[in-house]
C-alpha cells in the first residue's frame, strides 16, 4: 500500500520560508514522477512542482525562481523549500507521486496547510 506522508507546514510571514518534506512507502519509485499540488480556499487544485526519477524539475510559472524541489531516490523523499513567500502562496499542499508510463498509478497525501500572513 502507498503512503505518503507530508510534514513541514505552517504559518509564515510575507516574504518568509518554509520547507515541506514528503515521505513515500510503499513500492519501488524508481519510475515515478514526484511533485507538489496546492488547493486555496474556492479553488481548484493545481500544480506547484515536479521531478522526475532523473532529477528533472517542472514549476508553476507563479512560484519559478522563489521555490525548489528535491529529491532522495534512496531515502524515497520529496522536498519543496520555499522562499519568499506571498499572501497568493496559502493554500493545503499535497504531495503527489504518479508513474512515469502507467498513469493510474497515481498517489496523494493527505496534505498539509501553508499559510502566509502579512
Known amino acids: 500500500q502507498v503512503q505518503l506522508v507530508e510534514s513541514g507546514g505552517g504559518l509564515v510571514q510575507s516574504g518568509g520560508s518554509l520547507r515541506l518534506s514528503c515521505a513515500a512507502s510503499g513500492r519501488n519509485f524508481d519510475l515515478y514522477t514526484m511533485g507538489w499540488y496546492r488547493q486555496a480556499p474556492g479553488k481548484q487544485r493545481e500544480p506547484v512542482a515536479e521531478?522526475?526519477?532523473?532529477?528533472?524539475?517542472n514549476y508553476a510559472g507563479s512560484v519559478k525562481g522563489r521555490f525548489t524541489i528535491s529529491r532522495d531516490n534512496a531515502k524515497n523523499t520529496v522536498n519543496l523549500q520555499m522562499n519568499n513567500l506571498k499572501l497568493e502562496d496559502t493554500a493545503v499542499y499535497y504531495c503527489?507521486?504518479?508513474?512515469?508510463?502507467?498513469?493510474?498509478?497515481?498517489?496523494w497525501g493527505q496534505g498539509t496547510q501553508v499559510t502566509v500572513s502579512s
Open positions: 503527489n507521486t504518479r508513474h512515469a508510463i502507467k498513469q493510474s498509478l497515481n498517489y
Open positions: 521531478i522526475t526519477s532523473g532529477g528533472t524539475t
